[in-house]
C-alpha cells in the first residue's frame, strides 16, 4: 500500500534552518512527483513545493520561494525539504503527498514545524 | 496566488444531500481539469476523495461526487452519514505550475 512517513518536525528559532525527509513505499518513487503542503495550528491548507519525477524541476509558492528547496533521492525513495530563514509564519504542520496527474493525492500524516524564539 | 473560495460553512441532516462550492478563475478551476477534493477529521491527515475533477478512487464511496462549471467547481455529497463530518478542502493546478487550495468548508452533520 502507499505510504508516506514524515519526519525532521520540531522547534527551531526564527531564521535557523531545518530539513524535512518524506520516506515513501509502495509505489515506483520514480515514476512520481512529491509535493509538500504545509497547515498552520487551526488553519487550512497551503500548497509549498513540487519536485517532478525525476528531480528536473521543483516549483514553489512565493511564500516560500528563495527560502525552501525541495529535493529527492530516488535511490532512497524519499523526498526532502529543505527550510532555510525560517519564521514565526512558517509554523504549521508539513505533510508530504504522492503527485498522480497534477493532483496531490496520497499523504503522509504530517511533521509539525514550530518556529519560536 | 489567491487561495480558492468555499463556504465556511455546510450543514445538513442525516440522508440529505449537500453541495460544496470551490471557485477560483480561468488561471485554475477554469482552465484545467486537475482539481481535488479532500476529506480532512480533526487531528489526521487530508484523505483525497476525488481527483480530476470528478473521478473517485478506489475504496471512496460513491455517495462523493465532483463536477465543474466555469471557474466553479462542487463536491456533493447525498445520503448525508455522521462520519461525513469533516472539513473539505478542494484544490486546482495552476497556470503557474503551482497549486492552490480552498479555505475549507466544515461541514455538519445535525
Known amino acids: 500500500q502507499v505510504l508516506l512517513v514524515e519526519t525532521g518536525g520540531g522547534v527551531v528559532q526564527p531564521g535557523r534552518s531545518l530539513r524535512l525527509s518524506c520516506a515513501t513505499s509502495g509505489f515506483t518513487f520514480t515514476t512520481y512527483g512529491l509535493h509538500w503542503v504545509r497547515q498552520a495550528p487551526g488553519k487550512g491548507l497551503e500548497w509549498v513545493a513540487i519536485i517532478w519525477h525525476d528531480g528536473s524541476k521543483g516549483y514553489y509558492a512565493d511564500s516560500v520561494k528563495g527560502r525552501f528547496t525541495i529535493s529527492r533521492d530516488n535511490s532512497r525513495n524519499t523526498v526532502f525539504l529543505q527550510m532555510n530563514s525560517l519564521r514565526a509564519e512558517d509554523t504549521a504542520t508539513y505533510y508530504c503527498?504522492?503527485?498522480?496527474?497534477?493532483?496531490?493525492?496520497?499523504w503522509g500524516q504530517g511533521t509539525l514545524v514550530t518556529v519560536s524564539s | 496566488q489567491s487561495a480558492l473560495t468555499q463556504p465556511a460553512s455546510v450543514s445538513g441532516s442525516p440522508g440529505q444531500s449537500i453541495t460544496i462550492s470551490c471557485t477560483g478563475t480561468?488561471?485554475?478551476?477554469?482552465?484545467?481539469?486537475?482539481v481535488s477534493w479532500y476529506q480532512q477529521h480533526p487531528g489526521k491527515a487530508p484523505k483525497f476523495i476525488i481527483y480530476?475533477?470528478?473521478n473517485r478512487p478506489s475504496g471512496v464511496s460513491n455517495r462523493f461526487s465532483g463536477s465543474k462549471s466555469g471557474n466553479t467547481a462542487s463536491l456533493t455529497i447525498s445520503g448525508l452519514q455522521a462520519e461525513d463530518e469533516a472539513d473539505y478542502y478542494c484544490?486546482?493546478?495552476?497556470?503557474?505550475?503551482?497549486?492552490?487550495f480552498g479555505g475549507g468548508t466544515k461541514l455538519t452533520v445535525l
Open positions: 480561468s488561471s485554475d478551476v477554469g482552465g484545467y481539469n486537475h
Open positions: 484544490s486546482s493546478y495552476t497556470s503557474s505550475t503551482t497549486w492552490v
Open positions: 480530476d475533477v470528478s
Open positions: 503527498a504522492r503527485d498522480d496527474g497534477l493532483n496531490p493525492t496520497y
